[in-house]
């Protein structure tokens, strides 16, 4: 679902991002060369300046780690082997900006491959990837929905269209992970902007309903700050845990609010993973802040999912390297299950086709199957869903606020689509 911030928020992370860049530009040691024909460029069109831009900055000195750590070994293809590049450019999370970033990294920059894509303008970088046939990793959601379902995703014309993290299906299964944790709740409250509307809320809505799981939904205007109106008709509703739809800033204001109010018992959670955790004990409040809820990436703690001890090592270390490189503690684990899960899609595609140029080869590799990656081996799938196999599974793990750490509370893996 949607992920969004109000503008104090905003004011926060900068100011915790300009600390993090400026000691990462001054302790970036030298790289070896490696020649351009043993290189295969990963493109990554995301926000990196306006109110998105946290969501591209925070990640970035994990991206380049694993990327680093990755690179040490690459990889063989027909008996070469190969380094990675990832190059990321602006998309202002907008789809004017989505369209020039993808021109720019496909024209510009020459990649043949995009990852790790999460920005609001699927249908714009689209748009631009299919007619140059550069295979597209993204997440679903709203307008990544199949046409079926109400969204823009057509497999014959966009053919080289991947999701590798389904965020429409990943939420499904966060909902169902809560409603099994906290049996109590009568009903399950679920918060969204007004902007939110759509078609992925129409599914969520008939899943749980064929489910016969029982909710109660609010929507609030884009720059509400007063929520006790939605948190007492969410009290009314015998709603004990509330799920908000990715609105960064919202969130922490009704976590606040609703411990203000005297509602402690209240469980809030929100769809995405959590950006920094000072901020969260800052803006709601120490106590406010305990047992907030957020999506969860770190593969050492799964219970249910089994991942690659070569991988979480990796992750592990790719997280060691960020924190020397920023010079303080780095733990944002929400980036594993993006650049790395998706590079490692389409690493293993190549070598399954047997080059790194032909992505017509590579792509009927990804088609149907199974890729080992930092987010568990999955076979891909969604032939009747989605029209083609193209749909990667997930954990869909959650954690919960424990002091200053993010901390397993429970996992619900999606499963294979039909």
């Not at 969410?234 to 609105?247: L, M, P, S």
Request: with cysteine; aromatic share 12%.
């Amino acid at each position: 679902m949607k992920r969004s911030y109000s503008v104090a928020i905003i004011l926060v992370i900068a100011l915790i991002l300009l600390g993090i860049f400026a000691i990462a530009s001054a302790q970036k040691p030298a790289q070896a060369q490696t020649s351009e024909a043993n290189i295969v460029k990963i493109g990554l069109p995301m926000p990196l300046s306006g109110p998105a831009s946290p969501w591209g900055l925070i990640p970035t000195p994990f991206r380049e780690a694993w990327i680093e750590v990755f690179n040490r070994e690459g990889f063989d293809v027909a008996g070469k082997n190969y380094k990675l590049k990832l190059i990321q450019v602006d998309d202002q999370n907008s789809s004017e900006g989505g369209a020039a970033a993808a021109k720019q990294l496909i024209y510009g920059d020459g990649c043949k491959f995009f990852a790790g894509h999460w920005s609001w303008n699927f249908p714009a970088v689209a748009a631009v990837t299919n007619p140059a046939k550069v295979i597209f990793v993204t997440r679903t959601g709203n307008q990544a929905l199949p046409k079926s379902w109400g969204g823009l995703y057509d497999p014959k014309t966009m053919p080289y269209v991947v999701f590798g993290s389904p965020s429409e299906e990943i939420f499904i299964a966060n909902v169902f992970a809560l409603v099994k944790k906290f049996p109590e709740s009568k009903q399950l409250g679920m918060l969204d902007c007004t902007l939110g509307a759509g078609a992925g809320w129409d599914q969520v809505f008939d899943v749980l309903k064929k489910a016969g799981i029982k909710y109660h939904m609010e929507r609030f205007p884009l720059g509400t700050t007063d929520f006790a109106p939605y948190i007492t008709r969410f009290r009314e509703a015998g709603c004990k845990v509330v799920y908000i739809a990715g609105w960064v800033g919202e969130t922490m204001q009704f976590a606040k609010q609703r411990w203000e109010m005297g509602y402690k018992d209240m469980v809030v959670g929100s769809s995405g993973p959590f950006v920094n955790i000072d901020m969260y004990n800052t803006v709601c409040g120490h106590d406010a802040a305990q047992g907030l809820i957020g999506q969860y990436w770190a593969p050492w703690d799964y219970k249910k999912t089994k991942v690659n001890p070569k991988y979480i090592a990796m992750c592990r270390e790719a997280l060691k390297i960020a924190a020397q490189k920023t010079g303080k503690p780095y733990e944002y684990t929400g980036e594993i299950g993006w650049v790395p899960s998706h590079t490692l899609i389409l690493v293993q595609a190549m070598q399954k086709a047997g080059t790194v140029t032909d992505t017509d080869a590579i792509m009927k590799a990804i088609r149907g199957g199974t890729f080992d990656t930092t987010a568990g081996k999955w076979t891909m799938s969604g032939a009747k869903t989605y029209g083609s196999p193209v749909v990667f599974g997930s954990p869909s793990a959650l954690c919960e606020i424990k002091g200053d750490k993010e901390v397993y509370l429970t996992e619900d893996p999606t499963p294979p689509l039909l």
